[in-house]
């Protein structure tokens, strides 16, 4: 894959592209300003509206007006023409302790969503007191803690087969899975089928069950591994360090997206002239699997 910056949107700190194949556009977040992007590649277009203080994901959903969105008070529908927000659940109440961060749905709508301390980022951050949670939001409302004390928790996908759930452990460096049906959801205690070198963040799945795994800091790289055996297949050299999160777009879904961040940059660090706070775009050669919507059931 050959790298270009497609949005040279400078934040602190870029997430979530997702595509929206109905409109034919890509949603991204900001997560320090609490914003959700919406980018026409075809125009060069980025709108953007406020979410929250903060925000973890925004989805598309079966409203093609309204996004579900992970902020501080809650999983929130977003009208993003208004920007009006309406509560979907609080799985805990908001005291500024935490918020919510990556989040994804599966195929039937149910949530799934973690949360970490507002301390991670500060110097005073002690991983043993100041823990989140992963939840599963069922179809019904109901909260269930999936795990009790973590970290940090990243991106959550699914095997093309839907039997199994992951989610990254960004602080530990690890691929974690859960058992997993269309007709339960999530279950067990999860269980580590990958270890990591480089700190990892967001994660993408292509239509031959490899994913595509962002590196935060380190060797300027993603890795891509097999998701049938959990091998390494290979690593993809990228512009900046600082690697977020990545989607698969386009009618073909071969444009992929990659957020990246100015977090933790040192004063003259040339990731700044490279393009860091921005999403870059290559083609691939396989195509990607799109992400599940949410359904709205009010």
Known sequence: MNFKLAIDSR??????????????????????????HRYDP????????????????????????????????????????????????????NTGQFRYNDTRCDSVG????????????????????MTGK??????????????????????????????SLYAVDTYYKKLLRFDYSIEKGASGVPEVVIDFDDMPDGVSVDAQNNIYVCHW???????VW??????????????????CCGGFAGDDMKDFYVATSRFWLADGDPDFDAGAGGIFMARS??????????????
């Open 110 to 129: 149910r949530i799934f969503t973690s949360s970490v301390s507002s301390q991670f980022t500060e110097p005073n951050f002690d991983p043993e007191i």
């Open 134 to 163: 992963f939840y599963m939001i069922d179809t019904d409302g109901t909260v269930i803690t999936l795990v009790d004390k973590l970290v940090q928790y990243n991106t959550i996908f699914f095997n093309n087969q839907n039997t």
């Open 226 to 243: 097999n998701l049938d055996n959990y091998q390494f297949v290979k690593s993809i050299p990228f512009p900046v360090k600082n690697i």
């Open 11 to 36: 934040v602190v700190l870029a997430e979530t592209p997702i595509w929206d194949p109905r409109i034919k556009k890509l949603y991204w977040t900001d997560l320090f300003d609490g914003m959700v």
């Open 42 to 93: 075809l125009t060069g277009m980025d709108e953007s509206v406020k979410a929250g203080s903060h925000i973890g994901a925004a989805i598309p959903t079966s409203d093609v007006d309204r996004l579900l969105v992970a902020v501080p008070d809650g999983m929130m529908l977003l009208d993003f023409p208004t920007g009006k927000l309406s509560l979907i659940v609080a799985p805990q109440p």
């Open 285 to 298: 050669e396989i195509a990607g699997i799109p992400e599940c919507f949410y359904k709205i059931r009010y």
């Open 217 to 223: 800091g380190g060797n300027k790289q993603l890795t």
